[in-house]
């Protein structure tokens, strides 16, 4: 993945962090309805290691959500997959 794709992901919210081995991406949504709901995902790589992901729903999560939520949630997810499947643990700097 390209330092450019990375500074557009961290321009639209994700946080690219790396200690040592272990790269996390982190991408979090608050509910401003409702302070104590949203979503988190979290793509992790390790070296030598298939990257994985999870999704963390805080509140009421993923249910009883809105189709504007979703579509909130979705092109998180897009960029989620694209991490999980190009992303091994680059900086957007040079």
Known sequence: MDAQ???????????LT????????TFAWDDPDDP????EILVLH???HASRFTLDARGSGLTERSPEDARRL????????EL???WRGESSEP
Do not use: F, K
Not at 5 to 15: I, S, V
Not at 76 to 81: G, S
């Open 5 to 15: 794709r990375l500074r557009e992901l961290e321009a639209a919210g994700w946080t």
């Open 18 to 25: 790396r200690d040592g081995s272990t790269s996390t991406a």
């Open 36 to 39: 104590d709901s949203g979503w």
């Open 46 to 48: 390790t070296e030598g």
């Open 74 to 81: 979705q092109p998180a997810l897009a960029a989620a997959v």
């Open 84 to 86: 999980l499947e190009e």
